[in-house]
């Protein structure tokens, strides 16, 4: 699921990839499998990693504090992501140190969407340090926690 994410990232434009705590991450922990799945994206999409979800919440309000941190989650109080503004594509961009990828300035506009994992979705203790919560609705029998 990590490979699709950055296959994602790569497709959409996103100017990088937050992971945190176990999940596989390049140069990490299940960078072999991750390098599979992803099928290079890995190598294209700058990308940090963080040992808590809360260390990466509080390195954006930090870093990037005019990015919007929404979560994908279902709760009584998420919206669904159709009915949501998003700011638009960063501004001007500055290559990150690690591997010339770019990444935004410290000021530009954008969004982190956190995601959680399949089992306990999106780590609740982060909840009210996001702007907002968004859903993709689900119509058939399966639906993430």
Known sequence: NVGSIFRSADACGCSEVLTTGITPHPNGNGAEK????????????PSRHFSTTLHAVEWLRRGRPNFRLIGM?????????????????????????????????????????????????????????????????????????
Do not use: W
């Open 34 to 45: 991750l390098s599979k799945s992803s099928l290079g994206a890995e190598r294209v999409v």
């Open 73 to 145: 989650e279902t709760t009584e109080h998420s919206k669904t992501y159709t009915n949501v503004s998003y700011p638009g594509r960063p501004g001007p961009r500055i290559a990150q140190e690690n591997d010339g990828g770019e990444v935004p300035t410290k000021n530009s506009p954008g969004v982190a969407l956190f995601l959680g994992n399949e089992v306990s979705g999106v780590d609740t203790e982060i909840f009210p340090l996001l702007d907002e919560m968004i859903e993709i609705p689900m119509f058939g029998l399966k639906n993430s926690p």
